[in-house]
């Protein structure tokens, strides 16, 4: 797509109230800005008030005509589009006297403002954040005056590009954002499946989405950056430092939709079509069973549905193993699938409450350790679990030991050099993993790690 051929509109913050054809649809992400953003907003409009023009940024939407009526969703900004909202209806409603002198304001209707008339708000994010920052708008605006009221609607303005092609308009969405400093890696692969979905229905959009944006965004940077990315990465031999947008490409992968039929992803079009059928059968209205697709962490990413059904089942594992408990020094898990193993339950007690584990090179340490668990536990689930353990443990802290300090470059080289992730990737039964080499160490060279040592010392992996 050539975006040079794009012809964008700048539209007053007035013509924005005005249009009454906008609309947000369902698959898009809650209404999560915060009350620091629209401080934020409301700052940069009251100290560029004597410029002749303030320009907030982008609106892309996609037009659509819908059952003869000419419609525009919001594909990007919908976020300060609602806000700039608010801010109207809270301005009309606490700064009357001044709308009242002014013909070209009594013209607008504020009780049906655009977006918010024509959407139906339902998600509960949206809607507290929505009574949240309107009772903070209200409090700002009592102190506008008249010369700023009209700055807002006359000058405040937003560059406007209608795109009669969903394909086309996440496309300029991904292109724009991926230079930008708003949105998060999550966000552009969000935009990016979406944007695979093209032949979906909305209704299957909206379920794909679902589970994605009951997540804080924390949990999804969380999940991607700390677990998904580093365990591709390392499971092929790359380094995983940072999860950035330059990185965004290792959750893209293949479409059955298009013209490509290379011979390595019939593998991957058979399940996926098996899932669709065996799940669509009328058969499954009596049985109530439904078939999962086969994923697996180091496997092609299949574009679009596939991608969200991914991330879901990734997050509900990790959050069923729930590694991160070991961290907890106020109870030794008890129903943990390993209950039964002493050698585990020594494991999990001594990461539970030795002196060093809550320092940021430990930190690193431990990532290790939960991503070789878990990379683990998805490819072979709970087969020689007790040995694949200790062995994981073993490997991961080795690093502890015989450094002083660990550094994310230490934790990464590590991974790399000594990879048991790509053994893990390779393997085809567990006695692989359980046959990974780990060099015994000499010394420890590390401070406030005593009883990890000792623990090395028990099982036998100091000279």
Known sequence: ?????????????????????????????????????????????????????????????????????????????QQRSITLSLIAFAINQNCRDIILKHEEYKSIDFNSLGLLSNVEFQNEITLYNIQNNYNE??????????????????????????????????????????????????????????????????AEKIKSVTHWESLDGKELATLFENYLFRIRNWSKGYSARYFTKNEVDVFKGISFDNKDKYPYMQLYRIGHHFTEKYNDDYQRNIDLQQAHFPFQIDQVIINGKRFFEMIAHYKHMIDKINLNKINSSDKIIEDTILEQNTGYKRIIKTLSTYEGKNRTGDGYVRTLF????????????EKNIELVFEKIFIWAYSLRLQLQAVQIASMDNHALQNNIFKTINEALHPSEVMNFSINPIDKNNSTKTEAIFELFNTLHYVR
């Open 137 to 202: 708008i209200v409090r700002r605006v009592r102190a506008f005056d008249k010369k700023l009221i009209e700055f807002f609607f006359e000058k405040c303005e937003l560059v406007q590009i209608v795109l009669n092609d969903i394909s086309e308009a996440f496309q300029f969405f991904d292109s724009q954002n991926a230079r930008g400093k708003d949105l998060e890696p999550h966000d552009l692969l969000k935009a990016f499946h979406l944007r695979e979905m093209k032949n979906e229905s909305e």
């Open 1 to 77: 797509m050539d975006f040079k051929k794009i012809e964008p509109k700048i539209i007053k913050v007035k013509d924005l109230l005005l249009k009454r054809n906008l609309t947000i649809p369902s698959y898009q992400r809650p209404y999560k800005w915060t009350i620091k953003n629209v401080n934020q907003l409301i700052d940069d409009i009251i100290i560029h008030q004597e410029k002749s023009a303030y320009r907030f940024g982008t609106l892309v939407v996609h037009q659509e005509d819908k059952n003869g009526l000419e419609i525009q969703n919001i594909v990007d900004g």
């Open 370 to 381: 939960d991503c070789a668990m878990i990379h683990y536990l998805d490819k072979f689930e």
